[in-house]
């Protein structure tokens, strides 16, 4: 299959990104790394009568650590720089180890944070990552920025708080707590594949939390009884599908929990 015929622009800015994009919302998608944009196209499941390529806007990538101890990403940094990238090992342990997860390393070469994001796959490793960690995300428009919560920012499946005249430019993490303990885990038919599931754990002395993906449409953070990690499973609501059936994605979030509880304390 070949897309429908689209007009293309490529702006050299942000704003004149948010131009073309505010004349034209209703009929405009954005292109970050393509590696899910393309194969939609391709298959005609969406048929923008316009394509903005982000690619030429230097300012929407790079990583950098404020002075709080805070980490900033910016949307059009691709899944390879923050994987190889020191100061996100040092600053933010668990994203780091989400990286390699996410499919294979010719995607991460192409692939971006910020079009992972806005793309919202719900078996995406890295709103999970956002919401563990209290990630916000600023948002772009013509009429300026705002800031969302990744618990506001994902609402549903493929669906985010983004308008159609808006653009995702950054997403800042908070400083990593003294003492935290972590651990990413995800079960997938193959290395590479959509996880079935998956769980990002963080432990801040008695506090444990679970955020866990790929089982509901939106990831899912819960609080984890260290004595019953069973609540964990009846907290939440599989879907099945194809892949897998809601009973075996329960099982799968009351294995892998209780799998990351143990690496985190270890």
């Known amino acids: 299959m070949k897309p429908a015929a689209f007009q293309y622009r490529a702006p050299a800015t942000l704003q004149e990104a948010l131009s073309v994009l ?5 009929s ?54 923050v994987e190889k990238s020191e100061l996100v090992r040092r600053a933010n342990p668990l994203l780091h180890a989400a990286m390699p997860h996410i499919a ?11 079009g992972s994001l806005s793309h919202a796959d719900p ?16 948002i772009a428009s013509r009429g300026g920025e705002r800031s969302v919560s990744a618990a506001e920012f994902f609402q549903g499946f493929f669906t985010t708080a983004l308008k159609p005249n808006e653009i995702l430019v950054s997403i800042r993490f908070p400083a990593w ?23 990002a754990l963080t432990v801040d002395g008695e506090d ?25 499973a009846a907290r ?19 294995v892998l929990t209780r799998r990351a509880l143990e690496k985190a304390l270890t």
């Open 22 to 26: 505010e004349a034209n919302a209703d």
């Open 28 to 81: 405009a998608k954005l292109l970050a790394g393509g590696q899910s944009l393309v194969p939609v196209l391709n298959f005609r499941l969406a048929t923008p009568a316009l394509l903005v390529d982000l690619n030429r806007i230097d300012s929407l990538a790079g990583i950098r650590e404020e002075a709080d101890g805070s980490l900033v990403i910016g949307a059009m940094t691709r899944h390879r720089a």
């Open 104 to 114: 294979h390393a010719q995607i991460r070469n192409r692939g971006t944070i910020g």
């Open 123 to 138: 078996a995406a490793e890295l709103p999970a990552v956002c919401l563990a960690c209290d990630a916000s995300l600023t």
């Open 177 to 199: 707590p003294p003492g935290r303990r972590f651990a990413f885990l995800e079960f997938s038919r193959r290395h590479g594949d959509f996880a079935l599931v998956g769980v």
């Open 208 to 232: 444990t939390r679970v955020t866990v993906f790929g089982a509901e449409d939106v990831p899912k953070r819960v609080a984890v009884n260290r004595k019953n990690i069973a609540d964990v």
């Open 236 to 254: 939440i609501t599989p879907r099945a599908d194809h892949h897998a059936s809601a009973e075996y994605r329960k099982e799968l979030v009351e």
